[in-house]
């Protein structure tokens, strides 16, 4: 059984980083497009990020272009996004996911999701 596991959530004032993970375990992790997702409250879930098995391909929502980056290191079956300069309008609940094909922007695309990780900018 597949599972998906997040980290790195927190408080941060604006302005601030952070790096959050997310470890696979139970499937061939290579076989994964990876995508993260965030649901702020009282909004839907919207796409953030997703990157290929190999990782030479990634995509960002224009609300991250610039500011996170996304990549994953297969040996450890694990996927980070890496976000700096952040915002107030950042704070939500943050999703890893997981589907074996390369469709990667709707939530729909993904199989497997985590139990989300909680990131709060203050300003």
């Known amino acids: 059984q597949v599972q998906l596991v997040e980290s790195g959530g927190g408080l941060v004032q604006a302005g601030g980083s952070l790096r959050l993970s997310c470890v696979v375990s139970?499937?061939?992790?290579?076989?994964?497009?990876m995508g993260w997702f965030r649901q702020a409250p009282g909004k839907e879930r919207d796409f953030v990020a997703a990157?290929?098995?190999?990782?030479?391909?990634?995509f960002y929502a224009d609300s991250a272009k610039g500011r996170f980056t996304i990549s994953r290191d297969n040996a450890k079956n694990t996927v980070y996004l890496q976000m700096n300069s952040l915002k107030p309008e950042d704070t939500a609940v943050y999703y890893c996911?997981?589907?074996?094909?390369?469709?990667?922007?709707?939530?729909?695309?993904?199989?497997?999701w985590g139990q989300g990780t909680q990131v709060t900018v203050s300003s």
């Open positions: 990157i290929f098995w190999s990782g030479a391909s990634t």
């Open positions: 996911a997981g589907t074996y094909t390369s469709s990667w922007r709707a939530q729909t695309d993904y199989d497997y």
């Open positions: 139970g499937r061939t992790f290579n076989w994964y497009t």
